[in-house]
């Protein structure tokens, strides 16, 4: 698991999109709230609509390299700041994903951990609700469990099982070095498109047969 996530925080989300676009993409409004961020890690799930009292709950059961997975959605109030933030910081976390908002956008950007979620609101919920840990949670348009592998950067999140991103982490990072050679050779004048198949590609489609775009490096 080490080597599949250190592979992983390697490669952009949008290179693993491309290996298998079938996979899971969370909702766009989900966004990084820290930029120029890269972040990997098992999900450790918990839900907080508009109260973060279940925060504490989570922090504590999360590993060092774990992704804190807040399934808040619905909610009109922040359930996650600056000191949760500096906490997963010390713990090691890898970062903190919010389908709900969060506040202190200043001390997030401060201490730089990866930080997502839809929005910001300065006001905080209410502290009652216990919380559980480490249940299934509906999570901006996908069902996250337990352990799946959260990836995320300024493009936004990804969140599959570990056998579904070990299964395309060799095709991504192929995807990503054609790609180098691709801004390489327009570096020194070469033309995009003379580096594709894209006009045999075109005129494939347009007789109707079945074509793909490949690379030409």
Same mark, same amino acid.
């Given at each position: 698991?080490t080597?599949l996530? +250190?592979?992983?925080?390697?490669l952009?989300? $949008?290179?693993?999109?491309?290996?298998?676009?079938?996979?899971?993409?969370?909702?766009?409004?989900?966004?990084?709230?820290?930029p120029?961020?890269?972040?990997?890690?098992? *999900?450790?799930?918990?839900?907080?609509?508009?109260? !973060?009292?279940?925060?504490?709950?989570?922090?504590?059961?999360?590993?060092?390299?774990?992704?804190?997975?807040?399934?808040g959605?619905? /909610?009109h109030?922040?359930v $996650?700041?600056e000191?949760? *933030?500096?906490?997963?910081r010390?713990r090691?976390?890898a970062?903190?994903?919010?389908?709900?908002?969060?506040?202190?956008?200043?001390?997030?950007?401060?201490i730089?951990?990866?930080?997502?979620?839809?929005g910001?609101?300065?006001?905080?919920?209410?502290?009652?609700d216990?919380?559980?840990?480490? =249940?299934?949670?509906s999570?901006g /348009?996908?069902?996250?469990?337990p352990g799946?592998?959260?990836?995320?950067? +300024?493009?936004?999140?990804?969140?599959?099982?570990?056998?579904?991103?070990?299964?395309?982490? +060799?095709?991504?990072?192929?995807? =990503?070095a054609?790609?180098?050679?691709?801004?390489s *050779?327009?570096?020194?004048? !070469? =033309?995009? !498109?003379?580096l594709t198949?894209?006009?045999k !590609?075109v005129?494939?489609?347009?007789?109707?047969?079945? $074509? $793909?775009l490949?690379?030409?490096?």
């Open positions: 698991m080597e996530l +250190d592979r992983l925080r390697d952009q989300v $949008s290179s693993l999109c491309d290996a298998d676009k079938t996979l899971p993409v969370v909702d766009p409004a989900i966004r990084a709230l820290v120029d961020v890269t972040m990997a890690g098992p *999900a450790v799930t918990v839900s907080c609509v508009d109260d !973060h009292l279940p925060m504490f709950a989570a922090l504590r059961a999360a590993a060092a390299g774990s992704v804190l997975v807040v399934a959605a619905g /909610g109030r922040a $996650s700041g000191l949760f *933030a500096t906490e997963a010390r090691g976390l970062g903190i994903v919010v389908d709900g908002l969060v506040r202190d956008l200043r001390g997030l950007r401060t730089g951990l990866p930080v997502f979620a839809r910001t609101c300065p006001a905080s919920g209410t502290t009652l216990p919380g559980t840990v480490d =249940e299934p949670v999570f /348009g996908i069902v996250v469990s799946d592998l959260v990836c995320g950067d +300024d493009d936004g999140l990804l969140i599959a099982p570990p056998d579904r991103l070990a299964e395309i982490v +060799d095709t991504a990072e192929g995807i =990503e054609a790609e180098r050679a691709l801004v *050779a327009m570096r020194n004048d !070469h =033309e995009l !498109h003379a198949t894209v006009d !590609h005129a494939a489609l347009r007789r109707g047969e079945e $074509s $793909s490949a690379f030409l490096v």
